[in-house]
């Protein structure tokens, strides 16, 4: 098995914009298939948010996250800067930088940060992620001093 460019490619960046789509439409569990199963999680590491080591513990942050008073509610997501690295056949790294739009009250951009080399694997379901670490831009904890660094 090689990583066939196009096809590999195009099917990583779908992942990135699902993880983002189905966060802006709170959708938990369409979330939670953008990863691996369980036992193979490798974990998701933000300083805004803390550091969820289980796959579970990710799903339970989420559907606070999307849910009612949970902070992604009005907010869209989007994908600059993204970087495809591959691995191995069946393992790549993507970076890219993430900008958090505020819609549903006045239009701005409330949030900035990048994601740094996450892993993402080929599995029978197709690609997934594996392990993801953001690292939230600074400013962001200027308009929100409540999050933790």
């Known amino acids: 098995m090689t990583f066939n460019t196009w096809t590999d490619v195009l099917e990583i960046q779908n992942l990135v914009a699902r993880y983002c789509l189905t966060t802006d439409n709170a959708d938990a569990e369409g979330f939670m298939r953008c990863w691996v199963e369980p036992a193979e999680f490798g974990g998701y590491d933000s300083g805004a948010f803390g550091r969820m080591d289980t796959w579970q513990a990710l799903y339970e942050f989420e559907q606070h996250h999307v849910g009612p008073g949970g902070m992604a509610n009005g907010k869209r997501h989007q994908v600059l800067n993204l970087h495809i690295e591959p691995v191995s056949a069946t393992e790549a790294h993507v970076t890219h930088d ?48 409540q999050a933790h660094a």
């Open 98 to 145: 993430m900008i958090v739009l505020e819609v549903a009250d006045q239009p701005r951009i409330i949030a900035t940060g990048r994601y740094d080399k996450s892993v993402v694997v080929k599995t029978a379901a197709g690609w997934r992620f594996k392990r993801r670490t953001l690292a939230v831009d600074t400013g962001f904890f200027k308009l929100f001093p």
